[in-house]
Structures are given as C-alpha cells and as structure tokens.
C-alpha cells in the first residue's frame, strides 16, 4: 500500500487491508465452528469485494499491472478454496 497515492493511502488501501483481515478472521472462525456455512459465505462475499477493490486499484493506477496480476492470482486461489469448502460442507 506504500505505492498508493497519500489520499487514497488511507481509503483505498487501508479498506484493501481490512479486508484481507476480516477475510482471514472469517476463515479461522469458519475452521473452529460446527456452523461453517454462513460464515464462508459471507468469507467469499468480502473475497468479491476484495476483488473489485483491488480492480479499482488498478484501473485507477495506484498498483502497476504486475501487481494486479499477483494479487488477482491469490485472490482467484483463496476463492477456489473457499468455494471447494463450501461444497465440500
């Protein structure tokens, strides 16, 4: 987030950031609940908007093509995971 523009440092990136938190936070809670189904859910809701986020980003050129494609590739195999949980539950 260093790269982004200083205000949007605070918006964008930092909403980026929590993001990924609160995705992880699911994902831990998911792992230690009977009732995994609404919580990967709404895990793979945030992953939606993560990407959309970080789509922005790009398009706005606060992260460079490299970057896009990095991100997109771990977001596309968290979501591959999380959906292969949902279906496995």
């Not at 992880?24 to 230690?32: K, N, P, S, V």
């Not at 999380?82 to 279906?87: D, L, P, R």
């Amino acid at each position: 987030m260093a790269k982004f523009p200083r205000d949007q440092r605070f918006l964008l990136g930092d909403r980026i950031e929590n993001m990924l938190l609160d995705i992880l936070e699911d994902l831990i809670d998911a792992t230690y609940t009977k009732e995994k189904m609404n919580i990967l859910r709404r895990a793979n809701l945030k992953l939606e908007k993560l990407r959309f986020l970080v789509r922005l980003s790009s398009d706005m050129r606060f992260i460079n093509l490299g970057s896009y494609e990095f991100s997109s590739r771990g977001i596309n195999e968290i979501g591959r995971m999380v959906g292969g949980w949902i279906k496995a539950s």
